[in-house]
């Protein structure tokens, strides 16, 4: 059981959740954290400081060769496509008492990096409710939203968890820890390939929602094939589930728009293939038909040909 407080933090990702987070531990004041890059990133977030929220913030950027001994924390906050390059740097930092924390979309970054790290180090997460912006160097958030995490089903976490209740607690960074994490995984899942992936080949900001039941319509369809999946791996997803999701999204300020959404108007490449991707190759798995998946995937990746986004 581990009891060491966690002080020592490497952030990996300097998008808008990863200077969100960034900007609040440094907030805290009791942390010795820093963004972890190499090569052109490194160069880029040596430039000067990040401007969030209208306040500017000088952040230690290290390479792994200029960490010295293995962090308390890792915090991953990357796209998919950044991670494969990624993977060497969060080892390099990575010691037998070091608790790994992806807030990345999708099912898979755990595994893949407790597959290289150990799964041990692994804490299952998903961040909620942040409506984090980047614009270059200038960031900002109205909303912290909280991380949502826990043990995965190898059970293995053992004291992580309450290490990182801890850590966040003293960060203010708001948390929760569920009953079922690999519920509360598939949950965020299902809203992602939903939502994300109809605002995307809509270009419809959460307004376009409120106001048309054929965007709706999309997003729902799109969301009940990961709900007939779902229960191929024993996850107790419901159209009640839908339907709670529905009600959430009433609520979200009618000019907000997903990330995949600001990816597509960024040129930037999508996560398309940790959404509809993952669901279309579930569904050749288990025999489960996904043809609004199958529809949107190829959409999605044409858009990003067409931009050029394709191999970015």
Not at 74 to 81: E, N, Q, S, T
Not at 184 to 203: T, Y
Request: aromatic share 6%.
């Amino acid at each position: 059981m581990q009891t060491k407080e966690i002080k020592t933090i490497a952030i990996v990702g300097a998008g808008a959740m990863g200077a969100a987070y960034a900007t609040m531990f440094a907030e805290a004041g009791s942390f010795s954290f820093f963004f972890l890059a190499q090569g052109e990133r490194y160069e880029k977030l040596r430039k000067g400081p990040l401007t969030v929220n209208g306040k500017p913030y000088t952040i230690d950027v290290r390479r792994p060769e200029d960490v010295k001994e293995p962090v308390d924390l890792v915090l991953v906050a990357l796209k998919h496509a950044h991670l494969p390059e990624a993977l060497p740097l969060i080892e390099a930092v990575v010691g037998s008492e070091t608790t790994i924390l992806s807030v990345m979309n999708g099912l898979e970054s755990e595994r893949i990096i407790g597959a290289l790290c150990g799964m041990d180090k692994m804490v299952y997460a998903i961040a909620v409710g942040i409506d984090a912006v980047r614009q270059g160097r200038q960031f900002s958030y109205a909303r912290p939203g909280k991380i949502i995490f826990g043990e995965g089903p190898e059970q293995v976490a053992g004291g992580r968890v309450a290490r990182l209740q801890e850590a966040l607690t003293r960060a203010a960074i708001p948390h929760e820890v569920p009953a079922d994490m690999m519920f509360v995984m598939w949950w965020k899942f299902m809203i992602n390939v939903g939502v994300n992936q109809a605002s995307a080949v809509l270009r419809a900001p959460y307004g376009v929602f409120h106001a048309s039941p054929d965007a709706r319509a999309l997003m729902l369809l799109l969301m009940q094939e990961v709900v007939a999946l779902a229960g191929k791996v024993s996850v107790n997803l419901s159209q009640k589930d839908i339907d709670e999701w529905s009600s959430v999204l009433s609520t979200l300020a009618s000019g907000g728009k997903t990330s995949m959404l600001q990816d597509i108007e960024a040129g930037r490449k999508t996560e398309v293939e940790v959404f509809a991707g993952k669901v279309v190759s579930m569904g050749i798995e288990y025999g489960v038909p996904t043809p609004v998946n199958q529809t949107i995937l190829h959409i999605i990746k044409e858009m990003e040909n067409r931009s050029g986004t394709a191999l970015m």
